[in-house]
C-alpha cells in the first residue's frame, strides 16, 4: 500500500521534461496572448483528481523559487507529494502565492491573492481554476489579444470586472478542463454577454 | 544536439523566463525583470533576444534570425546557427515559412501571420533612460503614469529640428497605459507593432522582458499638430523596385554614387524571384 502510495506521486510527470514543457508553455502563453482561446496541453497526470492540463501547466511553470497554495477542494496529500517530487515547489499561503490551484469556490475571496505593486505589478499571483467545461460562453471579452472581441466561460462576470479595474495590477488567470486550458489576463475588459 | 539541454538554457532558467513572458503579456509594455543569465556570445549580441527564442522554441518550429532585415549577416548567422546545433530546430530564410523569427532592429516587410512569433532583441528596454537615469525614477515614473518628460523631449525635437527628428526606437504608447521602447526599430516599422502575431522583447544585459500580445495597440507618441509620420527614403529599390519598403543606403565608390536597397533581404529577394527588377537589379544579380 505503502509502495502503491509512492510509485503515484512519483509517476504521472513529464515524459521528456525540456519538449513536454516546452509544449507545455506555448500552450500557456497562446492562451495568455489571446485571452479566452483554447488551447490543448498534454503530459501530465497529476494525482488527487487534477486535470491533466493543471498538472501540466504546473510542471512547466513551478519549480523551488514559486511558492503555490492549494485551495481546500484540491489540496491532498498524494498531490502535495506529487508536486514535491516532480517540482520541488513549496506549499504557501494565499498571501505569498505564486501560482494557485482550485476550484472558483475554493478560492475565494481573490483579495487574499497578491496583485503586485504600483511599482512591480508583476509581483502578482497567477490562478490556476479548475472548470467543468468551456462550452457555456457567459462572457465578452475585448482588450490586447482579441482583434475585436471574443467569447469566453467564466465562473462569474463581477470579479473579473473587478481585477480588470486595478490594472496594471491585479490576477492572472488559467482556466483547466481536461487537456485543455484557457487564460484571462488583468488587462483583458470582461462584459457579461447578452 | 544530445550534447545540450534542449535549446541551451537549463529547464530552471527556461521556467523562470517562461513565467516573465506571461507576466509580459498579462500587461503589455511593462517591463518585467528577470534573471539573465550570461550566453555564449557578447551582450550587445543579442543575449536577450536569444533566452527569450530559447524558452519559446519547441522541437516543431522554424526558425528565422535577422538582423537589421537581413537573414545573412553576421549576428544572424550566428544566432541561427546556435539554435540549429542547441534545439535542433530547422531554418528558413523565408519570412512566411518561419514560427519563430528572432530580429535585431527590423519588423520583416511581410505582415506577419497569427501562427507567428517575433522575437526583439533589445539594447536599451527603458524608453526614459536617457531622460532620467535612475532606475527607481523611471519606476515610479511608469507607476504614476509621468510621462510628460518623454514629450518635452519630443518638443525640444520639434523646437530644435523644425520636426520629430526621432527616427528610431521611437517611443509608442501601449494600452494606454504603458510608455514602450519599441527596441531600435526605424520608426517606419512603428505601425507594423499593431499585428496578428506574438511580439516578444529581450534585453539580455538590462535583464528585462516585455511583450505585446497580438492586436494590442501600439500608438506612437505625437501632438495633434506634428502628427506622426512613418519616414523612409524617398526612393525605389535599387534592385527590385519596391516602393514600400524600408531601404538601406549603400555607397558604391569614392564618386558619391550610391545606391539603395531594401533592409528585409527576403522581401528583396522575393521580388526579384518573381521577375521585379530596379535601377541596378540586373547589374547586381
Known sequence: MLQQQESNSFGGGFARPAIDSAHGFRAAMSAMARPGTRQPIAGAAPPGGISGAAGALLLTLCDPETGIYLAADMDSKPLRDWIAFHTGAPIVSAAHADFALGSWAALMPLAQFPTGTAEYPDRSATLIVEVTGFDRENATLSGPGIKDTSAMALPEVAAFQENAARYPQGLDFFFTSGSELAALPRSTRVLAKD | ?285
Open chain 2, 1 to 285: 544536439m544530445s550534447d545540450y539541454n534542449f535549446a541551451y538554457l537549463d529547464e530552471q532558467t527556461k521556467r523562470m523566463i517562461r513565467r516573465a513572458i506571461l507576466k509580459g503579456l498579462a500587461v503589455p509594455g511593462y517591463q518585467v525583470p528577470f534573471a539573465s543569465r550570461e550566453m555564449p556570445m557578447p551582450y550587445g549580441w543579442g543575449t536577450g533576444g536569444v533566452q527569450v527564442s530559447a524558452a519559446t522554441l519547441t522541437p516543431d518550429d522554424t526558425l528565422k534570425v535577422i538582423d537589421q532585415g537581413a537573414d545573412d549577416t553576421t549576428n544572424a548567422v550566428s544566432i541561427r546557427k546556435f539554435f540549429e546545433r542547441t534545439a535542433g530546430v530547422a531554418t528558413t530564410e523565408e519570412t512566411a515559412q518561419a514560427s519563430v523569427i528572432q530580429t535585431r532592429h527590423r519588423i520583416p516587410e511581410a505582415e506577419l501571420s497569427e501562427d507567428q512569433i517575433l522575437v526583439y532583441q533589445v539594447p536599451i528596454p527603458e524608453p526614459l533612460r536617457f531622460l532620467e537615469p535612475r532606475e527607481t525614477e523611471t519606476r515610479k515614473m511608469h507607476a504614476l503614469e509621468e510621462y510628460g518628460l518623454m514629450h518635452v523631449k519630443l518638443y525640444e525635437d520639434i523646437s530644435q529640428h523644425g520636426d520629430i527628428a526621432t527616427s528610431y526606437a521611437y517611443p509608442v504608447k501601449v494600452e494606454d497605459r504603458y510608455v514602450m521602447d519599441p527596441s531600435p526599430i526605424p520608426k517606419f516599422d512603428n505601425p507594423k507593432l499593431e499585428m496578428a502575431a506574438i511580439q516578444l522583447f529581450g534585453a539580455g544585459r538590462e535583464q528585462r522582458i516585455y511583450a505585446l500580445p497580438p492586436y494590442t495597440r501600439v500608438v506612437s507618441l505625437d501632438f495633434e499638430d506634428f502628427p506622426f509620420e512613418a519616414t523612409k527614403a524617398e526612393h525605389p529599390c535599387d534592385l527590385c523596385g519596391a516602393e514600400d519598403s524600408y531601404l538601406d543606403e549603400v555607397i558604391l565608390d569614392d564618386a558619391g554614387n550610391r545606391m539603395f536597397v531594401c533592409s528585409d533581404t527576403d522581401y528583396c529577394r522575393s521580388r526579384r524571384d518573381v521577375g521585379h527588377t530596379g535601377r541596378l537589379g540586373e547589374q547586381a544579380a
